[in-house]
């Protein structure tokens, strides 16, 4: 698959769980993003990676860790999530951060939390 | 910060059709408005995007048109097909410091043949 890969696709854990969200872009953009897709709600932008460098976090819980070891991973860490943070968790790429850059998603994580 | 607001949340139309989705933002200094689609079980892909500095974009049978003193831009998508039946998102970008994308909630567009 080309583009911008996820894995795994689907996640099912419990409240004391760790895991990782995982996702890869072959389009050697340099900035790289976390959204969070709840039911009826917009699109949430969690973290902006830019050339490795983590340069949002928009009010994001701590359980929530990200990491960016190159311009083409971006992991979520997961610890102690609640049931509430169900969602669709959605990577995108862009050549970089600059206004008016065209975001490639990948085909997202459907988390669940029991 | 931006706020987007779209509406409606749902529209259905017949088959040839046209449609017609809007959306307002609340930061002047907001310089780039993308579209979306996300089809069911899929990613969503960009399908237009239009500028500040132009007034109307369009690509065969989508449009968007954009009225900055008013702060809102609208989709267009003209003879609709059963294969535009998706969520449809507007989305507004931050000049300056953060440049994050804010979305709008999205519309679910059915079309019926």
């Known amino acids: 698959e080309t583009g911008v890969t996820q894995t795994p696709r689907h996640l099912v854990m419990g409240m004391t769980n760790k895991k990782s969200l995982k996702c890869e872009q072959h389009?050697?953009?340099?900035?790289m993003y976390w959204y969070k897709q709840s039911a009826k709600k917009p699109l949430e932008l969690m973290f902006v990676y830019n050339f490795k460098e983590q340069t949002e976090n928009n009010s994001v819980p701590s359980r929530f860790s990200p990491e960016c070891p190159n311009s083409s991973h971006l992991f979520l860490h997961l610890h102690t999530l609640q049931p509430e943070d169900s969602a669709l968790y959605l990577c995108a790429s862009s050549q970089d951060r600059a206004s008016g850059r065209e975001q490639f998603f990948g085909p997202g994580t459907r988390l669940t939390v029991l | 910060g931006e706020n987007v607001e779209q509406h409606p949340s749902t529209l259905s139309v017949q088959e040839g059709d046209s449609a017609v989705i809007k959306c307002t933002y609340s930061?002047?200094?907001?310089?780039?408005f993308p579209w979306y689609k996300q089809e069911l079980g899929k990613r969503p892909q960009l399908i237009i995007d239009i500028r500040s500095n132009v007034g109307e974009k369009k690509d065969q049978r989508i449009a968007v048109t954009l009225n900055k003193t008013a702060k809102h831009f609208s989709l267009h998508i003209t003879e609709t097909q059963p294969e535009d039946s998706a969520v449809y998102f507007c989305a507004a970008i931050t000049q300056g410091g953060s440049e994050k994308l804010v979305f709008g909630k999205g519309t679910k567009l059915t079309v019926n043949p």
């Open positions: 389009l050697g953009h340099n900035a």
């Open positions: 930061d002047s200094a907001s310089n780039y």
